[in-house]
């Protein structure tokens, strides 16, 4: 039997806007002085307040970039960053969501792959996070011959607002509508540039139009039905640096009428609840990790007010579900891509099976591909208005390679039955640990420049807490995890690349063909594991 279709249509006409015309949008057909944002200092922004000061901060931006421009965009879930986002996209600017988390090296290679000359970041933030190394990397990166990344703070840019910058953007949002169609940002263009691992671990950009963003909002939204209305209020503690945090817990409440409170870290398990229960929050976006780390450390009532928890990224565990099955929240599995902008899948509370990540969302067809060896489902690939406009890579900046045909690859291996999606595993070679992407290549190759003269397999094995763990296996005798963990810290790579242990073995195991037999390779680090 078929999932019951969704209660609300899924109009494809309203998907061809920009971003900063979704906004005024919204703001028509809800009200300007609707209440739409809220962050950790509990301050709080109406539809009228966020278009206002999207024109008065967009012009000062403006006024340091050319039109069409990716701008380097450094900053936590604060009200502070929306208001850079839509900024951006109002004066036709493209805004490049840097991974604050993902170190020195790999934010340099996404400044420069963007490119991105000009990066707004905050002193506060900076200080908070101690990133002053990050800052001092990105100071030096050349951006072309004689051109470094400029740095430029929140706090300076808010000083140099005078009287006659508060005038003109209260004049531009008179006619905000008008104004902005003559803007050099139209629905087919690079609105956001995020960054996924490449197969060596060098930052490629996926670059996201406008129409791709407005149509998963939209998506998400007629998908959802009924359960989804504007009284219903979202907690939002992803990073919007990641597609999930931006558009599905974000941009889909803001375009849609619905209030949004923002909180700078996921990794916060004691303050997140507590927010909840100050906003009385309805909706919670979240990954596995996080979800059993705020059901641990909630104070009884902090999640009363949940009704629903959206959970992707990761595959929700069994254990999870028993931590929350103490509050009224149904815990709802989806399923995306970066790529995709990001949702494609999700199941609902009338449309829920077990094992699944539900049906597929409004406007997205998909075949599935046959892979070899693989008797079960196949490769799933997709089609559908939020597949992004293509890949940006470090070898060609700036340059947009689309997906052949529009259709992207997700390297997935799933199977669809009565229309439910479920995971079978993955083709390619990444691993998921606490919702973030990483490369097995790119980490062989962190340990081939330390032990050059050694052969490495990075393997993933299942793991409780986060997911999956990375194990090393190498042919290096005194090969050990302390080394390459200083290492990867001393090359900027993330500490969350360093492999949980190293298994040192006698040979790697090889194919006819010369190429290491993976399989083999793999049954070696699940055979060792007690021991490791």
Partial sequence: MAPPMSPRRFDPARIDQTLFGALLAAKHEHGAAKIVLEDADRQTLTYGRLVLGSLVLGKKLADLSRPGEAVGVLLPNVNGLAVTVFGLNAFGRVAAMLNFTAGVRNLVSAVKTAPAQLVVTSRRFIETAKLEDVIEGLSAAEISPGKRVRIVYLEDVRKSIGTLDKAGGAARSLVAAAWHKRAAMRPDRTAVILFTSGTEGTPKGVALTNRNLVANARQIYAHAGGMLTP??????????FHSFGLTAATLMPLLNGLKTVLYPSPLHYKQVPRLIRDTKATFLFATDTFLQGYARAADPGDLQSIRFVIAGAERVKDQTRALWSKTQAQILEGYGATECAP?????????????TVGPLLPGIEYRLDPVEGITEGGKLVVRGPNVMAGYILASHPGVVVPPDGGWHDTGDIVTVEDGYVAIRGRAKRFAKIGGEMVSLAAVETLAQDLWPDAQHVVVSLPDAKKGEQ?????????????????HAQKSGFPELWAPKAVLVVGSIPVLGSGKVDLAATHALAQQSRPLL
């Fill in 470 to 486: 990375l194990i090393l296996i190498t042919d290096k005798p005194d090969a050990e995890k302390g080394a390459l963990l200083l």
């Fill in 231 to 240: 009284a219903d209020i979202v907690m939002n503690p992803l990073p919007m």
């Fill in 343 to 355: 949702v494609l899948a999700c199941n609902l509370p009338s449309a829920s099976r077990s094992g």
